[in-house]
């Protein structure tokens, strides 16, 4: 086992694609493809595209030695949410997505570059000032920014503007979706528990699928319905039409 004690908590590397995935109501293989990269073939020209995600630099050293398994850091988690937010926005597919982001990270030249205040700051004016025609020209603006504004409202950053705490969406992306389920790498081992209370998700999907109700377990744990039931949504697998 490896000593984590001079690890960065949010830089340590313990969540699985799969897991990751659910956490954020991604596709999987979306997100797969923004960590290790993909293919792309067209009329016989075929192109490797880079990820768009970075690993944690201890992604290398595995808490488990004997696993080969990528795995996700609580940093890489708030990467794949911003990437979704523009995902969202643009409508870009992932290669056009690929192409347009390649050129900020080469502008900005800094590690992590979508978990960063800096991005959110001054890469998103950035990707508008360059790429917001199509946009404008489509009459999405306003909708693309409300998106994005919407994604960054979720991530709370520290004094130096890196990630502490995220409150993933726990249904389809929305304004008006309440802060109930949150992930801090210094909580639960990283795993999402209900805001406020550090009670995990896991612990009330596991109850709640041994057959106890909502309203036990709203009483059990002293929250309201909404709280449990948005728990439990957090850990059910994302469907995919």
Same mark, same amino acid.
């Given at each position: 086992?490896?000593?984590?004690?001079?690890? =960065?908590?949010?830089?340590? $590397?313990?969540?699985? *694609?799969?897991?990751?995935?659910?956490?954020?109501? !991604?596709?999987?293989?979306?997100?797969?493809?923004?960590?290790?990269?993909?293919?792309?073939?067209?009329?016989?020209?075929?192109?490797?595209?880079?990820?768009?995600?970075?690993?944690?630099?201890?992604?290398?050293?595995?808490?488990? $030695?004997?696993?080969?398994?990528?795995?996700?850091?609580? #940093?890489?988690?708030?990467?794949?949410?911003?990437? #979704?937010?523009?995902?969202?926005?643009?409508?870009?597919?992932?290669?056009?997505?690929?192409?347009?982001?390649?050129?900020?990270?080469?502008?900005?030249?800094?590690?992590?570059?979508?978990?960063?205040?800096?991005?959110? /700051?001054?890469?998103?004016?950035?990707?508008?000032?360059?790429?917001?025609?199509?946009? *404008?020209?489509?009459?999405?603006?306003?909708?693309?920014?409300? *998106?994005?504004?919407?994604?960054?409202?979720?991530?709370?950053?520290?004094?130096?503007?890196?990630?502490?705490?995220?409150?993933?969406? #726990?249904?389809?992306?929305?304004?008006? =979706?309440?802060? #109930?389920?949150?992930?801090?790498?210094?909580?639960?081992?990283?795993? $999402?528990?209900?805001?406020?209370?550090?009670?995990?998700?896991?612990?009330?999907?596991?109850?709640?699928?041994?057959?106890?109700?909502?309203?036990?377990?709203?009483?059990?744990?002293?929250?309201?319905? !909404?709280?449990?039931?948005?728990? /439990?949504?957090?850990?059910?697998?994302?469907?995919?039409?």
């Amino acid at each position: 086992m490896v000593d984590t004690h001079n690890f =960065e908590s949010r830089d340590i $590397p313990i969540y699985s *694609i799969p897991q990751a995935a659910q956490y954020l109501r !991604l596709r999987k293989d979306r997100l797969r493809h923004w960590v290790v990269g993909w293919y792309s073939e067209t009329k016989g020209d075929k192109r490797f595209f880079e990820p768009l995600i970075e690993l944690s630099r201890y992604n290398n050293i595995q808490l488990l $030695p004997q696993s080969k398994m990528i795995l996700l850091s609580f #940093t890489n988690l708030v990467e794949a949410h911003v990437l #979704t937010a523009i995902f969202q926005a643009t409508g870009c597919s992932r290669k056009q997505l690929s192409i347009k982001l390649d050129y900020l990270k080469h502008h900005f030249s800094i590690p992590h570059l979508y978990a960063r205040i800096e991005f959110e /700051i001054e890469g998103i004016a950035l990707l508008f000032d360059r790429f917001g025609q199509e946009l *404008i020209a489509s009459e999405r603006e306003q909708e693309a920014r409300q *998106i994005l504004d919407s994604y960054f409202d979720r991530i709370v950053r520290d004094r130096t503007g890196l990630p502490i705490k995220l409150y993933p969406f #726990t249904k389809l992306p929305g304004v008006s =979706e309440p802060k #109930t389920v949150t992930i801090d790498p210094r909580i639960s081992f990283g795993r $999402p528990v209900l805001a406020e209370t550090g009670i995990p998700t896991a612990m009330l999907a596991e109850r709640y699928k041994a057959g106890e109700s909502i309203d036990e377990l709203a009483e059990d744990y002293n929250c309201d319905r !909404l709280q449990i039931e948005e728990g /439990i949504r957090s850990e059910l697998p994302l469907l995919i039409a």
